[in-house]
């Protein structure tokens, strides 16, 4: 990924999408997020690039295949998710509610202290995907491969992993208020210290 930095002093965001300074830096901000969600929507694969701060809302990307891009602090609401691929994507701090990643392919991303709420992540690979500090309520990871996935320290409410394989998947000081379980290996899980089970 471009790791330039933003023109304007002091300011050590990486540049957003086709710019030379980060999206609140832009001069005119409205024309490149413009640009940024035309540009997601006309590609299928997107690789390298940086939508940090971006508002998605009610976007079709079925299918999209991302590798090393950046969603940090956007606001991905309604957005249609579903069969994407994503590899090394960082979405940390954003805000992601009422969408569909269902039957997707996640790998070695980072939601870390996201806002998760209402989402469907039914059906997906989250592989090696990093949770940790989520605040995720009302959502969906049923019959989904988790392995090796982290939740350490996030606040789970009504998460349904039903029929999931939760191998080496970390829940230590994770609150688990309301979740479901059933048919999931959780014997397999960590919860609080290593080594010991959920
Ligand atoms: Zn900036």
Redesign the pocket.
């Known amino acids: 990924m471009n790791q330039q930095r ?1 023109e ?1 002093d002091g ?1 050590s ?1 990486i540049v957003f999408f086709r710019s030379h ?2 999206l ?2 832009s001069q005119d901000s409205t024309a490149a997020a413009a640009a940024a969600i035309d540009f997601l929507l006309q590609q299928s694969e997107l690789r390298d690039l940086c939508f940090d701060g971006l508002r998605m809302s009610g976007l079709q990307l079925s299918g999209r295949t991302f590798e090393r891009c950046s969603f940090r602090h956007c606001a991905i609401e309604r957005c249609e998710l579903s069969r994407v691929k994503f590899n090394l994507c960082f979405l940390e701090f954003a805000h992601i509610s009422c969408c569909s990643f269902a039957h997707s392919d996640i790998r070695r991303s980072v939601f870390g202290v996201s806002r998760l709420s209402d989402n469907d992540f039914n059906d997906c690979e989250l592989i090696e995907c990093n949770f940790n500090g989520v605040s995720c309520t009302d959502t969906r990871f049923d019959d989904s491969d988790l392995l090796s996935s982290r939740f350490i320290g996030a606040d789970l409410s009504r998460v349904g992993f039903r029929n999931c394989n939760v191998r080496e998947v970390h829940f230590g000081n994770t609150s688990l208020a309301s979740c479901d379980f059933r048919y999931s290996n959780i014997e397999d899980a960590y919860r609080q210290i290593p080594g010991r089970r959920l």
Request: hydrophobic share 0%; proline share 0%; glycine share 0%.
């Open positions: 933003c304007r300011c965001r300074t980060c609140e830096h």
